[in-house]
């Protein structure tokens, strides 16, 4: 069955990076787009970006130029690399196809607090 495992969240201080990690098994990784989402508390889950199975991305407005998804097809992983991080980026950050199927991870949290 899908399995979605999220790694590499935790606590950074505003500006700070992190490198999360997805490693994705139950499916054909290599054909489908993937994308990340977040959960802040209280909020509805949210697309953070979205990557081809080419390796074409976008990206919300929110995070435009600050982060960058990639995947290695070889590994079946996909990582959301996360540069001057902001409070408001704070959240669960999980990983899915795109569009998103039922099917979620445990997510990994990021907390951005100085």
């Known amino acids: 069955q899908v399995q979605l495992v999220e790694s590499g969240g935790g606590l950074v201080q505003p500006g700070g990076s992190l490198r999360l990690s997805c490693a994705a098994s139950?499916?054909?990784?290599?054909?489908?787009?993937m994308g990340w989402y977040r959960q802040a508390p209280g909020k509805q889950r949210e697309l953070v970006g979205s990557i081809t199975s080419f390796g074409n991305t976008n990206y919300a407005d929110s995070v435009k130029g600050r982060f960058t998804i990639s995947r290695d097809n070889a590994k079946d992983t996909l990582y959301l690399q996360m540069n001057s991080l902001k409070p408001e980026d704070t959240a669960v950050y999980y990983c899915?196809?795109?569009?998103?199927?039922?099917?979620w991870g445990q997510g990994t949290q990021v907390t951005v607090s100085s």
């Open positions: 139950g499916f054909i990784f290599r054909i489908n787009a």
């Open positions: 899915n196809l795109f569009p998103r199927m039922p099917t």
